[in-house]
């Protein structure tokens, strides 16, 4: 186990915090508009993150004095991206009655309401459980949102996929009975509305400490790797014979966060660890969870992840110590494998005689503006027509259970509004995304959501002039090193590295199943576009029949690139 000599903060945090609870109700009693530190930490369980806007700093009067204007971020948690119309319009008001007025769709199948005040975080928490869903465990050092193919396929593969969803979302849920004192009780009765069981000074799984960092658990399909299953700490490939699902195949160690300046940090991919069958895929989770729990680095927060744990002991190591915890040997994995990937964009048939419409979300913002209302479309067509609301990882929706005579209808709702339909965007913009950065999230150290438009804008034009503007490749764009857009595994990645400048990476792939290398460290924004257009000139030039960009890129290496992009570099 982690030496408990050496603990960081945060583990006496949550040690001392009586199972998540701190002082948090004291805070939420106070005047201040902000929450004390050790519960800003505490209440990530929760799903809430304190924020600040950076674009209001040093506004306000006196003499330049630092000033923050503190609000809170929410994130609600929708395992696989289900949710329905009702739940999405009690967001939308949610975000217009207490938020900033923009909703966002994250790339794990979430949603984010941000520019919540302190005074007004326990009525958007109640709301959210009051249409059934929940913000508990989003975010914090416990099992996330659970990630799945969010296709509304109703055939057994998809059953069965959902199942698993669903059940590993309860299995590893925390038992704590803070997030239902402090959010759910309706204190003028002192009743509790619980929506999930257990003892209220008790964590089976978790312990009164929780997880050293962060867990992320992914389910996917060889031929739709959607959700980036590589990228999880925990992965369950479905493995199928005659339309059945008869296990998964187990990868362990995903995880995309770095320090460049911390050299003992790295972005991995999962490995393959072991087959399963679906009796046995929620107690496997429990004792890959157990594991980390107990040997985790709680001494150091850079390198607490699962990942790390694996580097250093090995995988072999792992596999054993999993199998100890679980209590019997594990299979080894399969040969079934990520073949292919599906952005689920557009119209699609669902296999019941209705349909499902993809539709592209740029970047996952839903905001109303002159000239493009998302908000107001979307309340039309839930309120009108009653879809399914599937949020997909490339962060879009998919508007599930459409009658087919109401096509046309539902694409009026959409230009009507001022926005694109999917078939109106350019592929590039299509496997594009961002996180959101400035000027919310605290870690950014430049812009992403905010400027990716404008580089699609570019892109699109020199793709069209060299005839690749029907090449589908992902370009993918953070604010930091913490890659929460998962660029290291793109084909193009974009890494905020200083103010305006960013490090590209060339050689992922959309498969998701191999990383990128650093083309250039530090190129300013203006200069993206002219530093990739004589790459992809070379692409053009030198690519093989069927040869993806990334494919190209991994197989050049950044020598032979820059050689062939310094020979193109005035075309």
Known sequence: MAD?????????????????????????????????????????????????????????????????????MTRTRIPGGRLTSEQMIAHLDLCDTLGNATLKCTTRQAL?????????????????????????????????????????????????????????????????????????RDESTGEKQLVAGGEPEHEPIYGPTYLPRKFKIAVALPEDNCVDIYTNDLGFLAVIRDGQVIGYNVSVGGGLGTTPSAAK???????????????????????????????????????????????????????????????????????????????????????DGRLCYGWNVENGR???????????????????????????????ILLTN?????????????????????????????????????????????????????????????????????????VRMTGCPNGCARPYNADIGLVGKTKDKYTIFLGGQLLGTRLGSIYQDVVHFDDICKTLTPVFVAFKEHRQSGESFGDFCDRMGNDKLHELSGQYAEV
């Not at 106070?30 to 924020?51: C, E, I, R, V």
């Not at 040969?335 to 119209?347: A, I, N, S, T």
């Not at 002159?370 to 908000?375: A, N, T, V």
Request: hydrophobic share 35%; proline share 4%.
């Open 4 to 72: 408990e000599t050496k603990l960081n903060p945060v583990e006496s945090i949550k040690s001392e915090s009586d199972f998540l609870r701190g002082s948090i109700l004291d805070d939420l009693s106070s005047d201040s508009d902000h929450f004390a530190k050790p519960n800003t930490q505490l209440l990530k369980f929760h799903g809430t993150y304190q924020q600040d806007n950076r674009d209001q700093r040093n506004k306000k009067e006196g003499e330049g004095k630092s000033s923050k204007q503190i609000s809170m």
């Open 112 to 184: 984010q309401l941000h520019g919540i005040l302190k005074e007004n975080l326990r009525a958007t928490i109640k709301k959210i459980n009051d249409v059934q869903l929940s913000t508990l465990a989003a975010c914090g050092d416990v099992n996330r949102n659970v990630m799945c193919c969010p296709s509304p396929v109703n055939d057994p593969v998809h059953q069965e996929m959902r199942r698993l969803t669903d059940a590993l979302k309860d299995h590893l849920a925390p038992r704590t009975q803070a997030y239902y004192e402090l959010w759910i």
């Open 265 to 351: 940090t790295f972005p991995a991919l999962a490995k393959r660890m072991a087959f399963v069958t679906p009796e046995e895929a929620c107690a496997v989770a429990e004792a890959v969870v157990k594991v980390q729990r107990d040997f985790g680095n709680r001494a150091d927060r850079k390198t607490a992840r699962l990942k790390y744990l694996i580097a250093d002991k090995g995988l072999d190591w792992f596999r054993a110590k999993v199998e100890e915890y679980y209590g019997a040997a594990l299979a080894d994995c399969t040969d079934d494998e990520v073949h292919g990937f599906d952005d689920h964009l557009g119209w699609q048939d669902q296999g």
């Open 366 to 396: 839903l905001y109303d503006s002159d000239d493009r209302r998302w908000k107001a479309a979307i309340r039309e067509i839930c309120s009108q027509f009653s879809p399914g609301i599937h949020l997909t990882a490339h962060q879009s």
């Open 402 to 474: 459409i009658d087919p005579e109401d096509r046309s209808n539902v694409e009026a709702v959409i230009r009507k509004h001022g926005l694109p339909l999917s078939e109106d965007i350019s592929t590039v913009r299509r496997w594009s995304m961002a996180c959101v950065a400035l000027p919310t999230c605290g870690l950014a150290v430049t812009e992403s959501e905010r400027v990716l438009p404008q580089l699609m804008d570019r892109l699109e034009i020199e793709l069209s002039k060299l005839g690749l503007e029907k090449e589908a490749f992902t």
